[in-house]
């Protein structure tokens, strides 16, 4: 098991699967900084939550399966795939991504969030298919 592992297992369950927002008050430090999660860095668990809250919105019974990790002092890097469900038709929704953390004291104090979140908000009906292989021929997307 990596260092870190634990950790992120955690954080992964509490946060996502149980949607427990406490936890993101546990496991946070309040200078937190998070990014990768929309257009400015996410500070402190407050900064997180309005994450979490706007996610949950749209989305429920959240899992997240930890592909790959990597530890190198007190970062880890993790592979995953987020799986959850659609609050609006029922339907299943999946994207990978990575993160990579610092943690000290069982806390995440630094994480870089890399995402697939063209490919979720194309299954959540936001975004029109064929919006990334549009886009990669330099059209607008409508």
Same mark, same amino acid.
């Given at each position: 098991?990596?260092?870190?592992?634990?950790?992120?297992?955690?954080?992964?369950? %509490?946060?996502?699967? &149980?949607?427990?927002?406490?936890?993101?008050?546990?496991?946070?430090?309040?200078?937190? %900084?998070?990014?990768?999660?929309?257009?400015?860095?996410?500070?402190?668990?407050?900064?997180?939550?309005?994450?979490? %809250?706007?996610?949950?919105?749209?989305?429920?019974? =959240?899992?997240v399966q930890i592909d790959k990790i990597m530890d190198s002092g007190n970062w880890t890097a993790v592979l995953c795939t987020f799986r959850a469900v659609r609050k609006d038709t029922g339907?299943?929704? &999946?994207?990978?991504?990575?993160?990579?953390? %610092?943690?000290?004291?069982?806390?995440?104090?630094?994480?870089?969030?890399?995402?697939?979140?063209?490919? @979720?908000?194309?299954? @959540?009906? @936001?975004?029109?298919?064929?919006?990334?292989?549009? =886009?990669?021929?330099?059209?607008?997307?409508?």
């Amino acid at each position: 098991m990596a260092k870190h592992q634990h950790v992120l297992e955690t954080w992964f369950q %509490r946060v996502w699967a &149980e949607a427990d927002e406490s936890a993101i008050d546990d496991m946070l430090v309040p200078d937190t %900084r998070a990014r990768g999660l929309g257009s400015h860095t996410r500070i402190g668990p407050e900064g997180f939550k309005e994450f979490h %809250r706007c996610f949950l919105a749209m989305m429920e019974k =959240c899992s997240v399966q930890i592909d790959k990790i990597m530890d190198s002092g007190n970062w880890t890097a993790v592979l995953c795939t987020f799986r959850a469900v659609r609050k609006d038709t029922g339907e299943p929704v &999946e994207m990978m991504g990575q993160v990579m953390v %610092r943690i000290e004291d069982e806390k995440l104090v630094e994480a870089y969030n890399h995402f697939d979140f063209m490919g @979720l908000y194309q299954q @959540l009906g @936001l975004i029109p298919d064929g919006a990334f292989d549009g =886009c990669l021929r330099g059209e607008k997307i409508a």
